[in-house]
Protein backbone atom coordinates (compact mmCIF):
# COMPACT_ATOMS: atom_id res chain seq x y z
CA UNK A 1 0.00 0.00 0.00
CA UNK A 2 1.08 4.13 -0.84
CA UNK A 3 0.81 6.51 1.90
CA UNK A 4 -1.35 9.27 0.05
CA UNK A 5 -3.69 12.68 0.79
CA UNK A 6 -6.87 13.77 0.05
CA UNK A 7 -6.62 17.50 -1.63
CA UNK A 8 -9.73 18.00 -0.11
CA UNK A 9 -7.80 18.81 2.72
CA UNK A 10 -5.55 21.08 0.78
CA UNK A 11 -8.66 22.94 -0.46
CA UNK A 12 -6.61 26.53 0.02
CA UNK A 13 -3.76 25.26 -2.22
CA UNK A 14 -3.35 25.12 -6.56
CA UNK A 15 -3.44 21.56 -7.13
CA UNK A 16 0.50 21.48 -8.71
CA UNK A 17 1.72 23.45 -5.59
CA UNK A 18 -0.28 20.76 -3.21
CA UNK A 19 0.99 17.77 -5.26
CA UNK A 20 4.79 19.16 -4.98
CA UNK A 21 4.17 19.47 -1.22
CA UNK A 22 2.98 15.88 -0.79
CA UNK A 23 5.92 14.55 -2.82
CA UNK A 24 8.00 16.28 -0.40
CA UNK A 25 6.98 15.31 2.72
CA UNK A 26 7.44 11.64 1.51
CA UNK A 27 3.75 10.51 0.34
CA UNK A 28 3.31 8.01 -2.84
CA UNK A 29 -0.26 8.56 -3.73
CA UNK A 30 -2.80 11.74 -3.99
CA UNK A 31 -6.38 11.54 -3.57
CA UNK A 32 -7.78 14.47 -6.01
CA UNK A 33 -10.82 15.88 -5.03
CA UNK A 34 -12.27 16.89 -7.88
CA UNK A 35 -13.39 20.89 -7.25
CA UNK A 36 -14.03 24.26 -7.74
CA UNK A 37 -9.53 24.60 -7.72
CA UNK A 38 -9.07 21.04 -8.74
CA UNK A 39 -9.38 19.88 -12.37
CA UNK A 40 -13.25 21.13 -12.28
CA UNK A 41 -15.13 18.81 -14.62
CA UNK A 42 -16.55 22.19 -16.36
CA UNK A 43 -13.55 24.55 -16.90
CA UNK A 44 -12.97 25.17 -20.41
CA UNK A 45 -9.19 24.92 -19.78
CA UNK A 46 -9.18 21.34 -18.21
CA UNK A 47 -7.36 19.56 -21.07
CA UNK A 48 -4.56 21.79 -20.63
CA UNK A 49 -4.31 21.01 -16.66
CA UNK A 50 -4.74 17.67 -17.18
CA UNK A 51 -1.68 17.52 -19.11
CA UNK A 52 0.08 19.50 -16.53
CA UNK A 53 -1.14 17.60 -13.66
CA UNK A 54 -0.36 13.88 -15.46
CA UNK A 55 3.10 15.63 -16.06
CA UNK A 56 3.41 16.02 -12.13
CA UNK A 57 2.44 13.12 -11.00
CA UNK A 58 5.08 11.04 -14.06
CA UNK A 59 7.59 12.82 -12.60
CA UNK A 60 7.16 12.48 -9.04
CA UNK A 61 6.04 9.11 -9.76
CA UNK A 62 2.50 9.71 -7.54
CA UNK A 63 0.06 7.32 -7.92
CA UNK A 64 -3.59 8.70 -7.85
CA UNK A 65 -7.12 8.01 -7.02
CA UNK A 66 -10.23 10.02 -8.39
CA UNK A 67 -12.38 11.48 -5.61
CA UNK A 68 -15.92 12.92 -6.28
CA UNK A 69 -17.43 14.27 -2.91
CA UNK A 70 -16.76 18.17 -3.02
CA UNK A 71 -19.24 19.68 -1.23
CA UNK A 72 -20.52 22.47 -3.12
CA UNK A 73 -19.13 21.76 -7.02
CA UNK A 74 -22.86 21.56 -8.24
CA UNK A 75 -24.75 22.91 -6.28
CA UNK A 76 -24.05 26.35 -4.65
CA UNK A 77 -26.15 26.18 -1.87
CA UNK A 78 -26.71 22.73 -0.34
CA UNK A 79 -23.81 20.62 0.49
CA UNK A 80 -23.13 17.47 -1.79
CA UNK A 81 -26.35 17.70 -4.14
CA UNK A 82 -27.47 16.63 -6.41
CA UNK A 83 -26.64 13.05 -5.85
CA UNK A 84 -27.78 9.52 -7.13
CA UNK A 85 -31.09 9.32 -5.22
CA UNK A 86 -32.00 13.22 -5.14
CA UNK A 87 -35.99 13.43 -6.45
CA UNK A 88 -35.87 15.28 -9.27
CA UNK A 89 -34.76 12.53 -12.45
CA UNK A 90 -32.95 15.96 -13.64
CA UNK A 91 -30.75 16.45 -10.93
CA UNK A 92 -29.68 12.85 -10.69
CA UNK A 93 -28.49 12.83 -14.65
CA UNK A 94 -26.60 15.82 -12.92
CA UNK A 95 -24.49 13.68 -10.90
CA UNK A 96 -24.44 10.83 -13.54
CA UNK A 97 -22.68 13.06 -15.91
CA UNK A 98 -20.29 13.91 -13.11
CA UNK A 99 -19.32 11.19 -12.18
CA UNK A 100 -18.72 10.04 -16.16
CA UNK A 101 -16.84 13.46 -16.41
CA UNK A 102 -14.44 11.93 -13.17
CA UNK A 103 -14.30 8.52 -14.90
CA UNK A 104 -12.73 10.34 -17.99
CA UNK A 105 -10.35 12.56 -15.77
CA UNK A 106 -9.19 9.60 -14.09
CA UNK A 107 -8.75 7.50 -17.49
CA UNK A 108 -6.53 10.41 -18.35
CA UNK A 109 -4.40 10.40 -15.17
CA UNK A 110 -4.32 6.98 -15.08
CA UNK A 111 -5.66 6.99 -11.40
CA UNK A 112 -6.59 3.53 -9.97
CA UNK A 113 -10.34 4.14 -9.62
CA UNK A 114 -13.24 6.90 -9.20
CA UNK A 115 -14.10 6.73 -5.24
CA UNK A 116 -18.16 7.93 -4.94
CA UNK A 117 -20.84 7.42 -2.41
CA UNK A 118 -24.44 7.39 -2.85
CA UNK A 119 -26.38 10.53 -1.24
CA UNK A 120 -29.24 11.24 0.97
CA UNK A 121 -32.38 10.75 0.25
CA UNK A 122 -34.14 14.36 1.04
CA UNK A 123 -37.33 13.51 0.41
CA UNK A 124 -37.41 10.55 2.47
CA UNK A 125 -37.83 7.94 -0.09
CA UNK A 126 -37.54 3.97 1.10
CA UNK A 127 -34.84 1.46 0.05
CA UNK A 128 -37.02 0.35 -2.90
CA UNK A 129 -36.85 3.89 -4.51
CA UNK A 130 -33.64 4.73 -3.24
CA UNK A 131 -32.18 1.66 -4.46
CA UNK A 132 -33.98 1.93 -7.59
CA UNK A 133 -32.96 5.65 -8.06
CA UNK A 134 -29.09 4.25 -7.34
CA UNK A 135 -29.20 1.70 -9.52
CA UNK A 136 -30.15 3.28 -12.66
CA UNK A 137 -27.46 5.71 -11.94
CA UNK A 138 -24.65 3.44 -10.91
CA UNK A 139 -25.78 0.74 -14.30
CA UNK A 140 -24.67 4.57 -16.72
CA UNK A 141 -21.58 4.87 -14.62
CA UNK A 142 -20.48 1.56 -14.81
CA UNK A 143 -20.89 0.92 -18.40
CA UNK A 144 -18.84 4.16 -19.10
CA UNK A 145 -16.04 2.83 -16.54
CA UNK A 146 -16.15 -0.61 -18.26
CA UNK A 147 -15.51 1.71 -21.47
CA UNK A 148 -12.61 3.05 -19.71
CA UNK A 149 -11.12 0.15 -18.02
CA UNK A 150 -11.67 1.65 -14.95
CA UNK A 151 -13.25 0.72 -11.16
CA UNK A 152 -16.07 2.52 -9.47
CA UNK A 153 -15.04 2.24 -5.34
CA UNK A 154 -18.35 2.99 -3.37
CA UNK A 155 -17.78 4.39 -0.20
CA UNK A 156 -20.20 3.38 2.50
CA UNK A 157 -20.99 7.28 4.10
CA UNK A 158 -22.61 8.02 7.61
CA UNK A 159 -26.41 9.29 7.18
CA UNK A 160 -26.40 8.38 3.28
CA UNK A 161 -28.89 5.85 1.82
CA UNK A 162 -25.25 2.96 1.72
CA UNK A 163 -24.00 4.04 5.04
CA UNK A 164 -22.32 0.92 6.29
CA UNK A 165 -20.71 -2.53 4.37
CA UNK A 166 -24.12 -4.62 5.12
CA UNK A 167 -25.60 -1.81 3.65
CA UNK A 168 -22.99 -1.87 0.87
CA UNK A 169 -23.78 -5.88 0.27
CA UNK A 170 -27.16 -4.85 -0.43
CA UNK A 171 -26.92 -2.53 -3.14
CA UNK A 172 -23.92 -5.33 -4.75
CA UNK A 173 -27.15 -7.73 -4.70
CA UNK A 174 -29.26 -5.80 -5.58
CA UNK A 175 -27.18 -4.56 -8.62
CA UNK A 176 -27.10 -8.67 -9.55
CA UNK A 177 -30.49 -9.21 -9.07
CA UNK A 178 -31.03 -6.76 -12.03
CA UNK A 179 -28.51 -8.55 -13.99
CA UNK A 180 -26.29 -5.40 -13.75
CA UNK A 181 -22.33 -6.27 -13.84
CA UNK A 182 -21.33 -5.39 -10.54
CA UNK A 183 -17.38 -6.65 -11.29
CA UNK A 184 -16.66 -2.61 -11.54
CA UNK A 185 -17.99 -1.81 -8.40
CA UNK A 186 -15.61 -2.14 -5.83
CA UNK A 187 -15.03 -0.90 -2.26
CA UNK A 188 -13.54 1.98 -0.79
CA UNK A 189 -13.26 1.82 2.93
CA UNK A 190 -13.02 4.64 5.32
CA UNK A 191 -11.33 3.50 8.61
CA UNK A 192 -12.82 6.65 10.44
CA UNK A 193 -16.46 5.63 9.24
CA UNK A 194 -15.90 1.80 10.58
CA UNK A 195 -15.29 3.40 14.58
CA UNK A 196 -17.77 6.18 14.07
CA UNK A 197 -20.67 3.71 13.40
CA UNK A 198 -19.10 0.77 15.40
CA UNK A 199 -18.42 -1.56 12.79
CA UNK A 200 -15.76 -3.17 14.34
CA UNK A 201 -13.59 -5.16 15.20
CA UNK A 202 -11.78 -2.97 12.40
CA UNK A 203 -9.54 -5.84 11.17
CA UNK A 204 -11.66 -8.51 10.65
CA UNK A 205 -13.86 -5.67 8.48
CA UNK A 206 -11.00 -5.00 6.27
CA UNK A 207 -9.92 -8.94 6.16
CA UNK A 208 -13.70 -9.61 4.53
CA UNK A 209 -13.95 -6.98 2.02
CA UNK A 210 -10.28 -8.08 0.88
CA UNK A 211 -11.80 -9.45 -2.51
CA UNK A 212 -13.45 -5.79 -2.92
CA UNK A 213 -11.04 -3.16 -1.63
CA UNK A 214 -9.80 -0.79 -3.82
CA UNK A 215 -9.46 2.57 -1.79
CA UNK A 216 -8.99 3.44 1.70
CA UNK A 217 -9.21 6.42 3.79
CA UNK A 218 -8.31 7.00 7.02
CA UNK A 219 -7.81 9.75 10.26
CA UNK A 220 -9.18 9.60 13.47
CA UNK A 221 -12.41 9.71 14.65
CA UNK A 222 -14.79 8.97 17.81
CA UNK A 223 -17.79 7.06 17.92
CA UNK A 224 -21.04 8.03 17.17
CA UNK A 225 -19.33 11.65 15.85
CA UNK A 226 -18.60 12.23 12.50
CA UNK A 227 -15.96 14.32 12.66
CA UNK A 228 -12.77 13.37 10.84
CA UNK A 229 -9.79 14.41 13.09
CA UNK A 230 -5.66 14.33 13.14
CA UNK A 231 -4.92 11.06 14.55
CA UNK A 232 -4.14 10.83 18.73
CA UNK A 233 -7.42 13.30 19.14
CA UNK A 234 -9.88 10.03 18.41
CA UNK A 235 -10.02 6.87 19.54
CA UNK A 236 -8.90 4.54 16.93
CA UNK A 237 -5.69 2.10 17.59
CA UNK A 238 -4.18 2.32 14.35
CA UNK A 239 -1.33 -0.26 14.52
CA UNK A 240 -3.43 -3.41 14.41
CA UNK A 241 -5.36 -1.94 11.43
CA UNK A 242 -2.54 -1.11 9.19
CA UNK A 243 -1.27 -4.55 10.19
CA UNK A 244 -4.86 -6.29 8.45
CA UNK A 245 -4.12 -4.34 5.74
CA UNK A 246 -0.51 -5.63 5.17
CA UNK A 247 -1.86 -8.95 6.05
CA UNK A 248 -4.54 -9.00 2.97
CA UNK A 249 -1.66 -7.34 1.08
CA UNK A 250 -3.92 -4.37 -0.05
CA UNK A 251 -1.72 -2.46 -2.67
CA UNK A 252 -4.47 0.43 -3.13
CA UNK A 253 -3.44 3.94 -1.64
CA UNK A 254 -4.10 4.50 1.62
CA UNK A 255 -5.44 7.89 1.56
CA UNK A 256 -5.12 10.51 4.73
CA UNK A 257 -8.66 12.52 4.72
CA UNK A 258 -8.72 15.49 7.03
CA UNK A 259 -10.85 17.85 5.18
CA UNK A 260 -11.64 20.07 7.66
CA UNK A 261 -7.55 21.10 8.17
CA UNK A 262 -7.43 23.04 4.90
CA UNK A 263 -6.50 26.21 6.95
CA UNK A 264 -3.45 24.22 8.40
CA UNK A 265 -2.60 22.11 5.36
CA UNK A 266 0.96 21.58 5.17
CA UNK A 267 0.99 21.06 8.97
CA UNK A 268 -1.47 18.47 9.26
CA UNK A 269 0.03 16.57 6.21
CA UNK A 270 3.13 16.59 7.85
CA UNK A 271 1.52 15.50 11.44
CA UNK A 272 -0.34 12.49 9.77
CA UNK A 273 3.17 11.46 7.99
CA UNK A 274 5.01 11.45 10.62
CA UNK A 275 2.13 9.48 13.06
CA UNK A 276 1.44 6.43 10.24
CA UNK A 277 5.12 6.33 8.75
CA UNK A 278 6.29 4.23 11.26
CA UNK A 279 3.33 2.62 12.37
CA UNK A 280 3.83 1.51 8.41
CA UNK A 281 7.21 0.99 8.58
CA UNK A 282 6.53 -1.33 11.92
CA UNK A 283 4.03 -3.38 9.95
CA UNK A 284 6.57 -4.26 7.24
CA UNK A 285 5.14 -1.35 4.82
CA UNK A 286 7.85 0.55 2.94
CA UNK A 287 7.03 3.11 0.51
CA UNK A 288 9.45 3.08 -2.30
Known amino acids: MLLAYNTNGLAHHCL ?29 SLDQQLDRVHAALRKLRMRCVIETGARFLLDPRTKHEPTLVSADPSARARRVDFLCRAIDIADRLGADCVSLWSGIARDGAGQAEAFSRLTDGLTTALNHADRRNLDLAFEPEPGMVIDTLERYELL ?38 AGRLANVHIEDIRVGVHEHLMFGEGEIDFPPVIAALAQIRYDGLLSVELSRHSHEGPIAAQRAYDFLQPILAAAGVTNP
Not at 193 to 204: A, Y
Open 16 to 44: LDAIELLADIGYRGVSITLDHGALNPFDP
Open 172 to 209: VKSLEERRIASSRLRLTLDIGHLHCQKEVPISDKIRNS
